[in-house]
């Protein structure tokens, strides 16, 4: 499970793991029960300070994205979401218009933008998820 971690991202480092672990499950590619690798490991694979591995599965627990099994390790939840309808489109429309905020400062079009939303949403399809 090969994580990366540009250095010279605007994002920080956490967002950046919490993002890749979030897309990772989206896609498919960490189904439920999958086990990510432990704190120290992945510290090291990223090299990164390990408080920073566990804030970040510490907060996507929080969230019901993972669950852990002491002893054993962190592993991906079955993803039910336990936000109302509301709150879920809520935090949808705010991540939209940052991302189409962040496109229009780029100069891009809205036919541009539509256009890789588009190509992005197949790649999470079922069918092209592990493509990527």
Same mark, same amino acid.
Request: cysteine-free; overall charge positive.
């Given at each position: 499970m090969n994580f990366k971690i540009e250095a010279t991202a605007r994002e920080p480092v956490y967002q950046q793991l919490?993002?890749?672990?979030k897309e990772r499950i989206a896609k498919g590619i960490c189904p439920p029960h999958t086990q990510l690798p432990v704190v120290r490991e992945m510290a090291l694979?990223?090299?990164i300070n390990p408080n920073t591995?566990?804030?970040v599965y510490n907060d996507l627990m929080r969230?019901?994205?993972l669950y852990?099994?002491?002893?054993?390790g962190v592993f991906v939840a079955d993803i039910a979401p336990t *936000?109302?309808?509301?709150e879920l489109t809520? /935090?949808? /429309?705010? *991540?939209?218009?940052s991302m189409i905020t962040e496109c229009m400062h780029l100069g891009m079009t809205?036919?541009?933008i539509r256009k890789i939303v588009e190509e992005r949403l197949k790649v999470f399809t079922k069918g092209d998820a592990k493509h990527e």
């Open positions: 919490e993002g890749q672990i694979q990223l090299l591995v566990q804030r969230e019901g994205v852990t099994r002491r002893g054993v *936000a109302s309808r509301e809520r /935090k949808t /429309k705010l *991540a939209v218009d809205h036919e541009q």
